[in-house]
């Protein structure tokens, strides 16, 4: 973890309730945001999100695959994050699991919604090609590729760039397949379908230190706080997925208080994203 | 239709498709719940204490059809290789029988649930321990689902503090759990496993009710900012009653144990 000397702990801790940070920010502000699109040709879509030293991938690769036989109208999506070794030396063997299977869970809870599917940020039943017996399986992969704070917004953020990046090939399914058979199916090369993602919601997560929170905290700030909430928000201001990470508990006022600044600070998010995601889509399409 | 004869499964299992058709009532405000209960009261609430004679403390939970266990074992020294931490650990696992589900070995199919239940059973109780108390030791709490009908987490996670604190060991306060599923427009206080099948959202929050203090809250699906309002409301209000319950659980009080009326309205 961050090593702080007594002094520096008091001076970060001074700054945040005097809102003025240690990198000139104030409690609300966050680290600019640098957003490149299509990294990785082998997948299907994927983004390269930058806030400060912080630093992720996500990949989003489409397979086919069948149907879970309790749902048979919707695809599948597997979040999946890994926290590399080269980030933090701490991450390396079975360090990093289980804030890879945290930050796998939050993500998941976000981008899935309710067992319904209602909520959801990606429309599983667009996944599917036909129905109970070919659908896409959506992989979403992160990478932390160098922590300082805050992974879960940008892994977020980045999922988000990389599903409007991602282009699912067209399937052309041959028609005389009956009953049990599974029938053919032909893959476009040529022809991509565009992913839907403005109901794909980001996540704001305020850090508590002292009696005050804080957003876009880094490595040194985190090591000071005391709880923080991670709440997902769509671009319609409503809650997709919360969740709590830190020991202490909180006052449940202090709770619905949070909720509403998270509100305020996604609308600002969702807009900077959206304009970066795009400017980015825009670059790699000259390039 | 003929193509769906694939997609079903040759073997009976009552899974929650075939229990489908029963969703439609959930739209009518008139209709009670499958248990005939009101939409913000809950199971009937069973606990009791010292049911496992080699742990150090240990509590059984049931709330209707969930039913679970949890052994508190310690505190007792820590592994070796652990690095020297001056406040205890904690070491939570969650684990389902076989035949917890309608299907057996269903718990372990749908992915790591249990994986998942382990983390968020450490995050609720971490808070409410006071770990200082037990340096350089761990103390292991196994909660095992002996039968799965709904609001599982939440049960483990009460029943959990009621091991500590049948253990001896100090915290803040009692941690209690309740969870709300939201079924259309309609909040529905401690879900059934049915009822959860086809939730649109549910709220899971953890609190120590006398200090009024959430240490775990977990949100998933699309929930307006009311809305969670008052799920919050009913389920800190729920979580306050249970605590009763457990308190005079802990000092032996049969006649309290059973809890009928719960109804937060």
Known sequence: MVGLSIGEKHFIQGGIAQDLRSDGRKRLTTRPIYVETGVISQANGSARVRMGATDVIASVKAELGRPNALQPDKGKVVVNVDCSPTAAPMFEGRGGEELSAELSVALQCCLLGGKSGSGAGIDLSSLVVVEGKICWDLYIDGLVVSSDGNLLDALGAAIKAALSNTGIPKVNVAAGASGDEQPEVDVSDEEFLQFDTSRVPVIVTLTKVGRHYIVDATSEEESQMSSAVSISINRQGHICGLTKRGGAGLDPSIILDMISVAKTVSEQLINTLDSHIAAAEAGEEES | ?265
């Open chain 2, 1 to 265: 239709m003929a193509g769906k004869g694939g997609a079903t499964p040759s073997t009976y299992s009552p899974s929650p498709t075939t229990q489908k058709t029963k969703s439609l009532s959930f739209g009518n405000d008139e209709v009670l719940r499958p248990d005939d209960r009101e939409w913000h009261q809950c199971r009937p609430a069973f606990f009791q204490i010292g049911v496992v004679a080699a742990a150090a403390g240990s509590a059984y939970a049931d709330f209707g059809s969930t039913k679970v266990i949890v052994s508190v074992f310690g505190p007792r020294e820590s592994k070796k290789a652990m690095m020297y931490s001056d406040i205890g650990r904690l070491n939570c696992n969650v684990s389902y029988t076989n035949f917890a589900t309608p299907v057996r070995g269903q718990a372990y199919d749908l992915g790591s649930d249990h994986k998942e239940f382990s983390s968020m059973l450490h995050k609720a109780l971490e808070g409410a321990t006071i770990l200082e108390t037990f340096p350089k030791t761990t103390v292991d709490v196994f909660a095992l689902v002996l039968e799965s009908g709904g609001s599982d987490l939440p049960v483990v996670i009460s029943c959990a503090s009621l091991a500590l604190a049948d253990a001896g060991i100090m915290m803040y306060d009692l941690v209690t759990s309740v969870s709300v599923s939201c079924l259309g427009k309609n909040l529905v206080l401690d879900p059934t496993l049915e009822e959860e099948s086809y939730q649109d959202g549910s709220l899971i929050l953890t609190c120590m009710p006398s200090r009024d203090e959430v240490t775990q809250l977990t949100i998933t699906g699309e929930w307006s900012t009311p809305k969670i309002n008052e799920g919050m409301k009913i389920c800190t209000d729920a979580c306050s009653k249970f605590s009763q319950i457990m308190k005079s659980c802990l000092k032996g009080l049969d006649s309290a144990l059973e809890e009928e009326d719960s109804n937060v309205d």
